[in-house]
C-alpha cells in the first residue's frame, strides 16, 4: 500500500485566493482526520470523516474552511478565501477504525501539504 | 475535556545519552496512550503504545509505562542516536473519538 497520499506537498497563494487540499486514505480505512500543525498550536484537529460523512467538525476555525469527501478515496479540504494566519501545514490522516483498547492501532499519516499565504 | 501535555522543548543532548520526555494527560474513562514521532518533512509515525495501566510500550529502544496512578506516560531511551532527532508527540485515545496531541517536544542529538 502507498500510504495515505497528499497533495500538492507545498503550496504558495496570495491571500484572497482559494486553495485546495487533497488526500487519498488507505484503502479500506472507515476513518479521515484533517489536522493543522502550527508552531503557536501545535496540532489541531479539524474535521474528521467516518464512512465518507462528517462526524466532528468542531475544529474547523470558520467558515472560509470547508471539507468534502465525496467517495471512500478521496478528500478535500479547501480555504476560500484564503488568509495569511492560514499557513500552517495541513495533514491527513486515516484510521481502519476508532475502537479503544487492543483493537485501535493508531493513524497513518500522509507527509502534509506544506499551506504559505503571502 | 480530555487533555496531553508535555514538557516544552527543545531537548539538546549528547550521543548516548539517557532520555526522558515527559508526558501527563487528563481524561475520563481509560483511554489509550501512544507516543508519535515526526522526522523533517514528513509526517507522523506510531511509535509506540499501551492500552490500559501499567501496560508498557517499546519500540526501537524507546518505552514508555502506562501510569494510571500519577496520570503519566513518559518516553524515554537508554542512549539517544543521532538519528533519533525528531519532534515527538504524546497522544491519547477514547474509544469511538478522535486522537487528542500533545504539543511536541522537539529531541536534537549531536554526536
Known amino acids: 500500500d502507498a500510504g495515505v497520499i497528499q497533495s500538492p506537498r507545498h503550496e504558495v497563494t496570495e491571500m484572497g485566493q482559494e486553495v485546495t487540499l487533497r488526500c487519498k486514505p488507505i484503502?479500506?480505512?472507515?476513518?479521515l482526520f484533517w489536522y493543522r500543525q502550527t508552531m503557536m498550536r501545535g496540532l489541531e484537529l479539524l474535521i474528521y470523516?467516518?464512512?465518507?460523512?462528517?462526524?466532528?467538525d468542531s475544529g474547523m476555525p470558520e467558515d472560509r474552511f470547508s471539507a468534502k469527501m465525496p467517495n471512500a478515496s478521496f478528500s478535500t479540504l479547501k480555504i476560500q478565501p484564503s488568509e495569511p494566519r492560514d499557513s500552517a501545514v495541513y495533514f491527513c490522516?486515516?484510521?481502519?477504525?476508532?475502537?479503544?483498547?487492543?483493537?485501535?492501532?493508531?493513524?497513518?499519516f500522509g507527509s502534509g501539504t506544506r499551506l504559505t499565504v503571502v | 475535556g480530555d487533555s496531553v501535555t508535555q514538557m516544552e522543548g527543545p531537548v539538546t543532548l549528547s550521543e548516548e545519552a539517557f532520555l526522558t520526555i515527559n508526558c501527563t494527560y487528563t481524561?475520563?474513562?481509560?483511554?489509550?496512550l501512544f507516543w508519535y514521532v515526526q522526522y523533517p518533512g514528513e509526517g507522523l509515525q506510531l511509535l509506540l503504545k499501551?492500552?490500559?495501566?501499567?501496560d508498557k510500550g517499546s519500540n526501537k529502544g524507546f518505552e514508555a509505562t502506562y501510569r494510571k496512578e500519577t496520570t503519566s506516560f513518559h518516553l524515554e531511551k537508554g542512549s539517544v542516536q543521532v538519528s533519533d532527532s525528531a519532534v515527538y508527540f504524546c497522544a491519547l485515545h477514547q474509544a469511538g473519538t478522535a486522537l487528542i496531541f500533545g504539543k511536541g517536544t522537539t529531541l536534537s542529538v549531536s554526536s
Open positions: 470523516f467516518n464512512n465518507n460523512v462528517p462526524i466532528d
Open positions: 490522516a486515516s484510521s481502519p477504525n476508532s475502537g479503544g483498547g487492543d483493537y485501535f492501532y493508531g493513524y497513518t
Open positions: 499501551a492500552t490500559k495501566a501499567d
Open positions: 484503502s479500506g480505512h472507515d476513518y
Open positions: 481524561a475520563t474513562g481509560y483511554p489509550s
